[in-house]
């Protein structure tokens, strides 16, 4: 070994009793570095160990650094010529790994070496330059003092561990074009299976400990793999050894279908084959770094992701194809940062040889391209930064170069937001409710890749927001993504995270069966109600301090029942018709009603406004035309803000397409019809839209009418809709209402002059109700089964007008398991009347309740008597 390894030469283990065959299976496990960082996350690592020791197997443990340390190291190999800051850093890390040593009740003796040897990188005159192979050698010590502690702790709990220099296994090859920072910063290793390594170490042990994050080159010098390089180190290992496995460990069970820190309802995925994990690590997932996967593939290891905290979790499986798996979109994942470098062409159409004019820049600033997307005269092409330095500097020289040969644009900062799935041509039918929630969105690159495993769209990095968690659900929603295929699919993560939380969401209807079955005894279809639940829910809301007002939007259901209910948990109600200003009368007094209609004829305003009601306007035509009405009155004013939200299309109720508000530019007019007419504007009101889960949706409704609002002399109270959503999937995750409440306080902090109102309907009503039906008739036909109830879009039209998904139960045979796929259906001449599909239920027979769950708002209110057939009664319980 050259002189820079053997500076930091340590006297380690070197071997330890062999009692294995030589023929036994090597596994290799990688820790990262929270499970690291603490002695029962070692007292776990050494269970593990022994675990696959105990099965026969022999075991290299690979780490990575302390938490943390890395960054610390980081800070030190970026210090420049601040050499007290590298000093005070230093100390920090020296510190926190005499610690680590105290907690595991070891000595600091081991560690010494590697402190000396941090202690000369510190002064040496490299530092002040951030020489590259000086950094290297500076990142390295995290996992070498990790590895260290690591080994005398597993041998002191009777794993005896030997000690392995990951460096003199994994020697680094320089790729074409790479530059010198990727060659010490963000090297590769070729690797193949290598038996002289795999007799060598079998001759001296049973057990190894080595070090994520580096290897050497062929000069003998310390070379870093770049970020999430342990994963590598570990795969690495495992194509090297034949390994029979490769599992990372880390902090959560495994890929999901999306970030379960924004989507907590992404389901696990459980297996995956190596070509679309390798697409969900590259394009966002951060639980396994992108370039682990292709040493394993190549060698045919199994990798698997597993969870430090909870080992007995399944975790997700990558290997070779996944058997019986439908095609379906895998995951969505989004890449933040990411820069989108827009070339166009000033030489000829269709130049021959601008690509490689273009390309050949790219190439001399070292920087690897990700997407592309090309036209006759520009080629748009986007960098991701974790592959590549991403600086001004290295930009800014690209973009002179380039301006050479094209006029260059940078569009940064972008996000890429990608759906992973084999076969992705083949799902692009499904995806049309998916692509809609793009509708105010910019983008600026769509690419499908030649391989067919992903679609990416390239957005502006703030329009992402929230973009995500609703683009899950829609994928689910339209079953491009078949959470309901067990061959893929794993719980979602706050199934396994939150069960609490779960339990909790159990519906009401799971304790009321009798009952239920009772009820349907006596007459088929109806709607039942459950007042307790629809109270727990106002009683939810009224608890959010942020909100002044809360006002019931009767269209949802107008069971008198839930009037009362509502009005006696301190709900106004606001309404948007003649009739339900009138049925309103039952629960609420005069000042507890709000009118909000949609192109009413002029009387109901008459109507409204004689019986002293607030009324809201949302277009100039009422003042233009019958002003008087008006004079001396209070009204509100409705604004289109510009887009719309909500779980379809035909929910959203803002925008140019949609036929709700007031737009801003005629504010003006409408304040001068106001001020000639008399009457005083003192609300703005503005609903997007329904089934909205992003909270962050009504911070920004509520925001910008405060900004609007400033314009106006008397503004008191800023209505910002309803539009709750309710999760319509058992393993949904509803609304945060003390996140809600929290981003409400934001913008009330800065304006607490107006009074906040919210107007929600599903949300308070939506769980408390279900339609029971029974069964008519049972068929087969083809390969459908269908199961026929005696009601279906008379009673329910939500399933045929939006895709609405609801929950079907057999109450009748209520915990059999589930055995045919049935396709559920109403009675109606028409073919859309389907209340699911491809609903896994018990074998369904003539007479057999059924229950379809989350009814009660926009249920019975939207039946009609199609084909005659009357719609379904409703009760309350
Ligand atoms: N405020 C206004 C002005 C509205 O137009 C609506 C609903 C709401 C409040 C209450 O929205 P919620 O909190 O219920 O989402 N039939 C569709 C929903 C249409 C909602 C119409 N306006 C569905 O079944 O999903």
Known sequence: MRAALARACIAHPQRSAVNLPATAGWVVVKFGGTSVSTRPRWDTIARIAADWRGKGKRVVVVVSALSGITDKLKAIAECGADAARRRSVRDEIVRRHEAMADELGLEHTPLLPWLAHLIALVDDPRAAAGDLPWQAEVLALGEQLSSTLGQAYLSAQGVPTVWLDAR???????????????????????????????????????????????????????????????????????????????????????????????????????????????????????????????????????????????????????????????????????????????????????????????????????????????????????????????????????????????????????????????GMRSLLPRLAGVLAEFDMVKVHLITQSSNNLNLTLVVDEAAADGLVPTLHAALIKCEALRADDPAVFGPSWQGLYRPAAAAVAAPWWTQRRETLLRLAAEASPRYVYDLATVRERARGLRALASVDGWWYAMKANAHPALLQALAAEGFGIECVSAAELDAATVAAPRTARLFTPNFAPRAEYAAALAAGLRVTLDNLHPLQHWGELFRERDIALRLDLGVGRGHHDKVKTGGAGSKFGLALDQIEEFRRLARQHGARIVGLHAHLGSGIFDIGHWREVYAQLAVLAERFGRVESLNIGGGLGVPARPDEAPIDLAALDAVLAEVKQAYPQYRLWLEPGRYLVAEAGVLLARVTQVKRKGEFHYVGLDTGMNSLIRPALYEAWHEIVNLTRWGAPGETLYQVVGPICESGDVLGSNRLLPACAEGDVMLIATAGAYGRVMASHYNLRPPADEVVV
């Open 168 to 422: 003199e296994h994994l020697l680094a090859r320089a790729l074409p074009n790479q530059n010198a920072w990727g060659r010490y910063l963000s090297a590769s290793v070729p690797t193949a299976p290598a038996p002289a390594l795999t007799a060598a170490l079998t001759a001296q042990g049973e057990v190894f400990i080595t070090q994520g994050f580096m290897a050497r080159n062929e000069a003998g010098e310390t070379v870093i793999l770049g970020r999430g390089g342990s994963d590598t180190s570990a795969a690495y290992f495992g194509a090297l050894l034949q390994a029979e496995k490769v599992e990372i460990w880390t902090d959560v069970a495994g890929m999901f279908s999306a970030n379960p820190r924004t989507v907590p309802g992404a389901r696990l995925l459980s297996r995956l084959d190596y070509e679309e994990a390798q697409e969900i690590a590259t394009t966002g997932a951060k639980v396994l770094h992108p370039r682990c996967i292709n040493p394993v593939r190549e060698a045919g290891v199994p990798l698997a992701v597993k969870d430090t905290n909870r080992p007995e979790l399944a975790g997700t499986e990558i290997g070779a194809a996944v058997p019986d798996a439908a095609p379906s979109v895998k995951a969505i994942s989004e890449r933040k940062g990411v820069t989108l470098i827009a070339m166009e062409s000033i030489g000829m159409w269709q130049q021959v040889g601008f690509l490689a004019d273009v390309f050949e820049r790219f190439k001399r600033h070292g920087l690897s391209v990700d997407l592309i997307g090309s036209a006759e005269t520009n080629v748009t092409v986007s960098l991701d930064p974790s592959e590549n330095l991403l600086n001004s500097d290295v930009l800014g020289a690209l973009a002179a170069d380039l301006a050479e040969v094209c006029r260059v644009k940078v569009i940064a900062p972008c996000s890429a937001v990608t759906l992973v799935g084999r």
